[in-house]
């Protein structure tokens, strides 16, 4: 008699779970790369002794997230095509080198030194070479028949190649001064009160963007979700959007350079110190931005309905009047644009252009979209997805960073993660069909 209560409870108790998540609509594959987070974050805050989840080291890899989930973004297009870009790396370094040089040697020369429209004149260049490359890789893939991972391995050798000869293997430096906002640090974030607007307005928008939804369900006649599954989303959306912007005013100024802010506007100094937050990171909220665009590219325009029909069956999607070849060029201009904006915040951290940029970020980029289940095979995969797992791979590597561990260590770490992720989207097709 107590087995069978025993198992009535748990069968009603997985009922009520299974319940839970139809109603709420909650990706589970979304969810299950949460709670592996949780645990990466939660091991390696005992491993050393509290260090990492410190305000101070979320706020630095939230920063050091961004260059490689802009570029994620791409890759997940890339992907669900049955594509894939190994030159992203190459392409960064390639157009990072030539934003240094326009803006530490040939502007200069032209409109003097930290005039206001450098930086955008530099910016706007490397947006055009990165959109030229990926329009030339698109393009040989689509319409010449060579396989994606030629090209791109080509790639991969012919950028990392050129941006050497750019400068003859020389560092570029320093950046323009209003370039170097996108890099993150002290200048570039947007402070204690702008955040705090941010996260308002990011909190409107979620709940905005659930009434909406649930009004085109009912106008379509689609079946809607029970409203305290709403209400429970859209306070679910708002604690993580305002925790995390509590989190990145948690961490202030160091005390050097709130001394000298304080010395430089006649502020007195305080007997505890002066605490300025430093707020949301630039790249941060590019990167954020960028995430939003091209979740409303791939899941709201004809093109994002294009790139998984093309996907889910090529042949098919041919014969349906898909024009395939332009939309896969068009596909590799975006991620040419998207390798740009990712060097424009790297190059700008850096506060140097360097022939070693972005080696191995095809490595990270890949892995991130992968782990956050876009699926190798096709058809499938998700942005939020992508710039979830691009802050997987970047805990990890901080992580161990924290550890002392050695860099060789770390990257056999990253590859056993990515082949695990590889076998779990395996599995995960397996029994979906």
Not at 223 to 235: D, G, I, N, T, V
Request: glycine letters at 14%; one cysteine or more.
């Amino acid at each position: 008699m107590q087995t069978t209560t025993s198992k009535n409870a748990g069968t009603s108790s997985g009922g009520a779970i299974a319940s839970f998540f139809r109603a709420t609509e909650i990706d589970t594959r979304l969810l299950g790369m949460v709670g592996a987070l949780l645990i990466i974050w939660i091991g390696f805050e005992i491993l050393t002794g509290g260090l990492f989840l410190t305000p101070r080291n979320l706020w630095n890899l939230s920063v050091q997230t961004s260059s490689v989930a802009v570029m994620a973004t791409g890759m997940v297009l890339v992907i669900v095509t049955r594509n894939i870009d190994l030159s992203v790396g190459s392409i960064l370094g390639f157009t990072g080198m030539i934003m240094g040089v326009l803006q530490a040697k040939l502007l200069p020369g032209i409109l003097g030194f930290d005039h206001p429209a450098t930086w955008i004149l530099a910016l706007t260049g490397g947006i055009v070479v990165g959109a030229l490359i990926g329009m030339f890789h698109g393009a040989i893939i689509a319409f010449l028949n060579v396989p994606s991972f030629i090209v791109t391995l080509g790639g991969l050798l012919v950028w990392r190649g050129a941006t050497w000869f750019v400068t003859s293997g020389q560092t570029v430096a320093p950046m323009d001064a209003n370039f170097r906002l996108m890099g993150g640090g002290t200048d570039g974030s947007i402070g204690w009160t702008a955040s705090w607007i941010v996260g308002v307005i990011a909190c409107i928008g979620i709940v905005a963007g659930i009434i909406h939804s649930r009004r085109q369900r009912k106008r379509f006649g689609f079946p809607q979700r029970p409203l305290w599954a709403e209400y429970f989303l859209s306070a679910l959306g708002c604690f993580i959007v305002l925790g995390s912007v509590q989190v990145a005013n948690s961490y202030y100024w160091p005390t050097n350079i709130a001394r000298r802010y304080a010395d430089a506007n006649g502020i007195a100094w305080p007997d505890g110190g002066l605490l300025i937050s430093h707020g949301i990171a630039i790249p941060v909220l590019i990167a954020l931005g960028v995430g939003l665009v091209m979740t409303f590219v791939a899941t709201r325009l004809r093109f994002g309905r294009y790139v998984f029909a093309i996907g889910g069956n090529p042949e098919a999607a041919e014969l349906a009047g898909i024009k395939t070849r332009w939309v896969t060029v068009r596909i590799f201009a975006i991620m040419g644009i998207l390798c740009a904006i990712a060097a424009a915040i790297s190059t700008a951290r850096l506060n140097a252009a360097t022939n070693a940029q972005g080696e191995l970020d095809e490595l990270y980029t890949i892995a991130a979209a992968v782990i956050g289940g876009t699926s190798l095979a096709g058809g499938t995969g998700t942005v939020a997805g992508a710039i979830l797992g691009a802050l997987v791979m970047q805990s990890l590597q901080s992580g161990m960073v924290l550890l002392g561990i050695d860099t060789p260590f770390q990257r056999i770490v990253v590859g056993v993660v990515l082949v695990v992720a590889v076998w779990l989207d395996t599995v995960y097709r397996a029994r979906a069909k």
